[in-house]
């Protein structure tokens, strides 16, 4: 319920009630991997290169994130912040 909640904000162009459910889905299923995901690609949006390497390692350890996932991830990273992550 939360992963859906929060893409009705982000639609609504309410991107940080959007981000604080996707942090209650983590707390509710830690290694939920769309709230993973999302709160990386947030924080790389915003440009918040210390939040997006923190979501990005907690993604990178859990195996339901999917590997066309970290790739995408890791190409916004390198867009984003000039240099490459490293997984």
Do not use: C, H
């Amino acid at each position: 319920a939360y992963i859906e909640l929060a893409s009705v904000y982000f639609e609504r162009d309410e991107v940080d009630k959007g981000m604080e459910l996707l942090k209650e889905a983590l707390k509710a299923e830690p290694d939920q991997p769309v709230a993973l995901t999302t709160l990386a690609f947030g924080a790389i949006v915003s440009g918040n290169e210390a939040e997006a390497r923190k979501w990005m390692q907690k993604a990178a350890n859990q195996p339901r994130v999917g590997s066309d996932d970290r790739q995408a991830l890791a190409g916004a990273y390198e867009e984003t912040f000039g240099r490459r992550y490293m997984w």
